[in-house]
């Protein structure tokens, strides 16, 4: 996942460099088509991040699905994966860092939960095709 984003905010920010910087970005004497170049590079080397992103929303809706096929509801498998996920809550993880980076486990927590919602929601409207 951090190669994904990493890799994705470097090639954003070459492309709003050179959207501002107009025609001239492409210039070599000014160095930032080198660096759209080898950014490019970057979201294809150890795996694409597309089939990366891929990976992760299959690994997401597996956990739920199985946790729903053997406990035989949705809410029973939110649960366990909420304490499995969040430690039994939001607080425990912020047990866990430093203090500067507060702000950072907020941010965490919020993906965390959208990403859990997402997947039970496929899970929920593709049944046991997703299952399997």
């Known amino acids: 996942m951090s190669k994904i984003f990493a890799s994705q905010a470097a090639w954003d920010v070459c492309d709003e ?3 501002i910087l107009g025609g001239a970005g492409f210039m070599k004497d ?3 088509e080198r660096w ?7 979201r294809i ?3 694409t991040n ?3 992103k891929l990976f992760v929303a299959l690994n997401g809706v597996q956990e739920v699905g199985k946790l729903f096929k053997k406990q ?3 809410s029973t498998a939110i ?3 909420q304490k499995k996920f969040l430690g039994g809550g939001m607080g425990a993880l912020k047990t866990k860092v430093h203090d500067d980076l507060n702000g950072s486990v907020k941010m965490l927590q919020g993906d965390i939960t959208k990403f859990h919602v997402a997947t039970a929601e496929q899970v929920i409207k593709h049944k046991k095709g997703i299952i399997e």
């Open 17 to 19: 460099t050179i959207q």
């Open 30 to 32: 000014v160095g930032i």
């Open 36 to 42: 759209m170049r080898d950014l490019r590079i970057f």
């Open 45 to 47: 080397f150890e795996g």
């Open 50 to 52: 597309d089939i990366l």
């Open 72 to 74: 035989g509801n949705m």
């Open 79 to 81: 649960g366990i994966l």
